[in-house]
């Protein structure tokens, strides 16, 4: 086997992998009972990312300086859309906000049940930015749009225990501390949101 062939031959092997992960990326939120959940950013890139440079590195097209781009990158793109895939394996809620721009925002949260309420968690800033503290928001839970108002807690033990138990539940978390991509730990820019039932009327 020539140089050319195997070096085609690893080309083709790892576009039909970009491929798969691609298609995976938008496929594993079909899963999710109710409105199919949009990939958006890192999440995105790897999918379409995937799609496109698999495509490119299986049919073999383009300049050969092209390929070795999509090979250099596809590590990243590998990487994006395994755990992208991966986080959507198990129990994933859509809260519907408006960002600081005043845009419709879709956020995709672990979510975790507690004695006294449902919780999620995210950095501060991205609360902030979305005004989740006391606003009516719909969260997508199980396929029943459900209207709730956030209660931002930012002391360290609520974060702490809702940070731990996410981990507790959520696979994909475990392993991914376990590898230092994930905290073990809630940081200290975390907060929790606990997701009261809209008073009624």
């Given at each position: 086997?020539?140089?050319?062939?195997?070096?085609?031959?690893?080309?083709?092997?790892?576009?039909?992998?970009?491929?798969?992960?691609?298609?995976?990326?938008?496929?594993?939120?079909?899963?999710?009972?109710?409105?199919?959940?949009?990939?958006?950013?890192?999440?995105?890139?790897?999918?379409?990312?995937?799609?496109?440079?698999?495509?490119?590195?299986?049919?073999?097209?383009?300049?050969?300086?092209?390929?070795?781009?999509?090979?250099?990158?596809?590590?990243?793109?590998v990487f994006l859309g395994l755990y992208a895939t991966m986080a959507e394996f198990e129990e994933v809620i859509s809260l519907y906000a408006t960002d600081s721009a005043g845009q419709p925002a879709e956020l995709r949260l672990w979510i975790v049940d507690r004695e006294d309420g449902a919780w999620v968690g995210m950095p501060r800033t991205k609360a902030i930015e979305h005004s989740l503290d006391g606003a009516r928001v719909d969260i997508l839970r199980d396929g029943e749009t459900l209207c709730v108002v956030p209660v931002l807690y930012e002391d360290r033990a609520t974060v702490g225990a809702v940070h731990a138990q996410k981990v507790?539940?959520?696979?994909?978390?475990?392993?991914?501390?376990?590898?230092?991509?994930?905290?073990?730990?809630?940081r200290d820019t975390a907060v929790a949101l606990r997701l009261d039932p809209c008073p009624e009327g």
């Amino acid at each position: 086997m020539t140089e050319s062939s195997s070096s085609s031959r690893v080309q083709s092997v790892l576009g039909w992998i970009l491929l798969v992960i691609g298609v995976v990326v938008f496929a594993v939120r079909i899963q999710h009972e109710g409105a199919y959940a949009m990939p958006r950013g890192a999440p995105l890139v790897a999918g379409v990312g995937g799609l496109l440079l698999g495509g490119l590195l299986v049919s073999a097209a383009g300049p050969g300086w092209l390929r070795w781009l999509a090979v250099a990158v596809s590590p990243v793109l590998v990487f994006l859309g395994l755990y992208a895939t991966m986080a959507e394996f198990e129990e994933v809620i859509s809260l519907y906000a408006t960002d600081s721009a005043g845009q419709p925002a879709e956020l995709r949260l672990w979510i975790v049940d507690r004695e006294d309420g449902a919780w999620v968690g995210m950095p501060r800033t991205k609360a902030i930015e979305h005004s989740l503290d006391g606003a009516r928001v719909d969260i997508l839970r199980d396929g029943e749009t459900l209207c709730v108002v956030p209660v931002l807690y930012e002391d360290r033990a609520t974060v702490g225990a809702v940070h731990a138990q996410k981990v507790g539940k959520y696979a994909v978390a475990q392993a991914a501390a376990a590898i230092g991509l994930y905290p073990r730990e809630a940081r200290d820019t975390a907060v929790a949101l606990r997701l009261d039932p809209c008073p009624e009327g």
